[in-house]
């Protein structure tokens, strides 16, 4: 299974996007998760019933549009949707975990769009999805709002800590799912001493 965390925004859509296309390709299901932040409304007080019933409500309609937009782009694979109150991060951790005991194994992927909007209110890259890195045992991954053009290449960032093994194993099978070239790189930096200009100092 297939989470995407979505919010109406223009990078929510291109996640959906994104996300609907790998479900294709594996064949899984898609999963849709709407988080009803009402803490970025009321601050220091409890949010009231009203607010709450609109914020929930505003979701379910983002929610059936995101699924709309994923069942047009890819009209074979399995959607479904789920609403929770509560901050992104937490609620897309949950989300994960779910579907971990839902069917029996982690989920393929876990995406969210590089900035959010309402629900995912301050949802930008260095925030929701440095929430989610590290702390839910899928891979994250994070889709940008632009076009999004084929370029045949899965370019996949390595060293040799043991930590690299599962991102490097990702991207082995996304290269494999979509018939592309695989390109590992490795970067280091020298030493300061090295890089230090040199100087000569004369005795007094």
């Known amino acids: 299974m297939i989470i995407v965390g979505v919010d109406g925004s223009v990078a929510s859509r291109a996640a959906v996007e994104w996300a609907a296309d790998d479900a294709s390709r594996r064949g899984s299901p898609l999963r849709l998760v709407h988080a009803a932040d009402t803490s970025w409304y009321l601050v220091g007080a409890r949010p009231g019933k009203a607010l709450s019933e609109t914020v929930l409500r505003e979701g379910r309609r983002v929610l059936e549009e995101a699924a709309a937009l994923a069942r047009e782009r ?17 609620v897309l951790r949950d989300a994960a975990e779910d579907a971990a005991e839902d069917a029996a194994e982690d989920a393929a992927a876990l995406v969210v769009g590089s900035r959010g909007l309402g629900g995912f209110s301050g949802a930008l890259l260095g925030s929701v999805s440095d929430g989610l890195a590290g702390h839910v045992r899928c891979p994250v991954v994070v889709v940008r709002a632009r076009d999004q053009q084929e370029h045949g290449e899965v370019v996949a ?48």
């Open 74 to 90: 890819r009209p074979s694979v399995e959607v479904d949707t789920r609403a929770a109150e509560g901050r992104p991060t937490a």
């Open 157 to 204: 960032g390595v060293d040799d800590s043991p930590e690299c093994e599962p991102g490097l194993a990702y991207a082995f099978e996304q290269a494999a799912l979509r018939g592309a070239t695989l390109r590992a790189v490795h970067a280091w930096q020298l030493p300061g001493h090295l890089l230090a200009p040199r100087g000569h100092v004369r005795p007094g």
